[in-house]
T-cell receptor, first 114, second 114 residues
Framework: DAGVIQSPRHEVTEMGQEVTLRCKPI?????LFWYRQTMMRGLELLIY????????DSGMPEDRFSAKMPNASFSTLKIQPSEPRDSAVYFC????????????FGEGSRLTVL | GESVGLHLPTLSVQEGDNSIINCAYS??????FIWYKQESGKGPQFIID?????DKRQGQRVTVLLNKTVKHLSLQIAATQPGDSAVYFC?????????????FGKGTHLIIQP
């Protein structure tokens, strides 16, 4: 299996622009998570899905952030409009329902908002 | 790497020596603990886990110790190799926390000196 695939790996954009990050989870995994990582706050859970349904989005910082999972093999995290404080590495992770802690992470999307 | 920053504690050891990385957790209701390794430019990778009803678990070159009395977790890496250089995160799972019950620590940067 190719693992969790994220794109783009790097994104540089200007404040106010829309940013869309994409994720393909591992086939057969029914949980998908979006995390944000910064030096100051570490790894923060933004939202997670179970069987394509959003279960908990309490970690989403503001209404500017939205996430969708239209099918079992694809999810997006969108920021509109983006702000410099959104600069971070965004990770997507997936896991099988029976494995509580073993998350499989993608390589991340590094976002820089100027 | 994206997760390494000035604020991360750093542990430097000579190649071939053993290393011990420590982690304090806060929630006495946590039922499951996990160690992740994050290499520069990559996502976190599962290393080993331990349930709260255990106090020690061994893997290949790694051992995790759990002291529930003082809420302390440690990761021991034997005969360190250059490839062990990374940031190591502990994570705790809250009993009843559901799928999103993982809380990650800030991480420790392990440097292997040649």
């Amino acid at each position: 299996d190719a693992g969790v695939i994220q794109s783009p790996r790097h994104e540089v954009t200007e404040m106010g622009q829309e940013v869309t990050l994409r994720c393909k989870p591992i086939s057969g995994h029914d949980y998908l998570f979006w995390y944000r990582q910064t030096m100051m706050r570490g790894l923060e859970l933004l939202i997670y899905f179970n069987n394509n349904v959003p279960i908990d989005d309490s970690g989403m910082p503001e209404d500017r952030f939205s996430a969708k999972m239209p099918n079992a093999s694809f999810s997006t995290l969108k920021i509109q409009p983006s702000e410099p404080r959104d600069s971070a590495v965004y990770f997507c992770a997936s896991r099988h329902g029976g494995a509580t802690g073993e998350l499989f992470f993608g390589e991340g999307s590094r976002l820089t908002v100027l | 790497g994206e997760s390494v920053g000035l604020h991360l504690p750093t542990l430097s050891v000579q190649e071939g020596d053993n290393s011990i990385i420590n982690c304090a957790y806060s929630n006495s209701a946590s039922d499951y603990f996990i160690w992740y390794k994050q290499e520069s430019g990559k996502g976190p990778q599962f290393i080993i886990d331990i349930r709260s009803n255990m106090d020690k678990r061994q893997g290949q070159r790694v051992t995790v110790l759990l002291n529930k009395t003082v809420k302390h977790l440690s990761l021991q890496i034997a005969a360190t190799q250059p490839g062990d250089s990374a940031v190591y995160f502990c994570a705790e799972h809250r009993r009843g926390g559901g799928a999103d019950g993982l809380t990650f620590g800030k991480g420790t940067h392990l440097i292997i000196q040649p």
